[in-house]
């Protein structure tokens, strides 16, 4: 015979069982109330963007309508397969590009040093007076451009290598210094406002060494002025044709 020993719970385990019963159906509470609300929520979101999606699939519909009329399906084919083609030139491209913006990067860093010199040259270069010579520079073209013809600037050309020559000559530093002389001693001349030499004087000042040395250079300048040109030079055919 056997004998079977049922064991009763005590009220405080009845308790404790019935709490945790109760605190588990709290948590299924508050879950499901969790996902009504998330479901009422995107239910909301569908009610108001369904007008919009509407009004696209509505536009799209229409454009796609209006495109088909010039673009097939065959040509949109081709084109993703000509896009897929040049899916290679299009990474080159954009590396490429990419280099660029680096680029300019350092080009913008650049820039505004280079500007800051480049302002202080050009102030420096105003403050020496270079763009008031350049203004003047272009009214003295002007003149020349109004003064002369096109026949005296073809004559200019073909004289420019004598015309060279005699400045070469001219700014010897003899020659030079005997001008610088000269002026100096007109400029003298012209401040005392002394009278007129007399016949004696002028013949007293002819034993002087630098006189006689500068009247001989006077005759010589005098009797290459009197020269007579070169034949078929154009000074000579003037002269002929003025006899």
Same mark, same amino acid.
Not at 108 to 117: D, H, T
């Given at each position: 015979?056997?004998?079977?020993?049922?064991?009763?719970?005590?009220?405080?385990?009845?308790n404790?069982? $019935?709490?945790?019963?109760?605190?588990?159906?709290?948590?299924?509470?508050?879950?499901l109330t969790?996902?009504?609300?998330?479901?009422?929520k995107?239910?909301?979101?569908a009610?108001?963007?369904?007008?919009?999606?509407?009004? !696209? +699939?509505? +536009?799209a519909?229409?454009?796609?309508t209006?495109?088909?009329e010039?673009?097939?399906?065959?040509?949109?084919?081709?084109?993703?397969?000509?896009?897929?083609?040049?899916?290679?030139q299009?990474? !080159? $491209? +954009?590396?490429?590009l990419?280099s660029m913006?680096?680029?300019?990067?350092?080009?913008?860093?650049?820039?505004?040093?280079?500007?800051?010199?480049?302002?202080? !040259?050009? !102030?420096?270069?105003?403050?020496?007076?270079?763009?008031?010579?350049a203004?003047?520079?272009?009214?003295?073209?002007?003149?020349?451009?109004?003064?002369?013809?096109?026949?005296?600037?073809a004559?200019?050309?073909?004289?420019?290598?004598?015309?060279?020559?005699?400045?070469?000559?001219?700014?010897?530093?003899?020659?030079?210094a005997?001008?610088?002389?000269?002026a100096?001693?007109?400029?003298?001349?012209?401040a005392?406002?002394?009278d007129?030499?007399s016949v004696?004087?002028l013949?007293k000042?002819?034993?002087?060494?630098?006189?006689?040395r500068?009247?001989a250079?006077?005759?010589a300048?005098?009797?290459?002025?009197?020269?007579?040109?070169?034949?078929?030079?154009?000074?000579?055919?003037?002269?002929?044709?003025?006899?």
């Amino acid at each position: 015979m056997t004998v079977h020993h049922t064991t009763q719970e005590t009220p405080q385990q009845l308790n404790d069982r $019935l709490d945790h019963l109760s605190a588990q159906l709290d948590m299924i509470t508050n879950e499901l109330t969790v996902q009504r609300q998330s479901r009422e929520k995107w239910s909301e979101l569908a009610e108001t963007l369904q007008p919009v999606a509407t009004g !696209a +699939m509505d +536009m799209a519909t229409a454009e796609l309508t209006e495109l088909s009329e010039d673009v097939t399906l065959g040509d949109a084919t081709e084109f993703l397969r000509t896009l897929a083609r040049s899916l290679p030139q299009l990474n !080159a $491209l +954009m590396s490429q590009l990419d280099s660029m913006s680096q680029l300019v990067e350092v080009l913008s860093s650049l820039s505004g040093p280079a500007m800051e010199r480049a302002t202080d !040259a050009l !102030a420096t270069a105003e403050a020496k007076g270079y763009f008031a010579f350049a203004r003047q520079g272009g009214v003295i073209a002007d003149h020349v451009v109004t003064e002369f013809s096109e026949d005296d600037v073809a004559a200019l050309g073909n004289n420019v290598v004598t015309i060279l020559n005699a400045v070469k000559e001219m700014t010897q530093p003899e020659v030079m210094a005997m001008v610088q002389r000269t002026a100096v001693t007109m400029q003298a001349g012209e401040a005392t406002h002394t009278d007129p030499p007399s016949v004696f004087a002028l013949v007293k000042s002819m034993r002087q060494p630098q006189t006689r040395r500068g009247l001989a250079r006077v005759v010589a300048m005098l009797n290459t002025v009197g020269e007579e040109p070169a034949p078929g030079t154009k000074n000579q055919q003037k002269i002929d044709n003025r006899s």
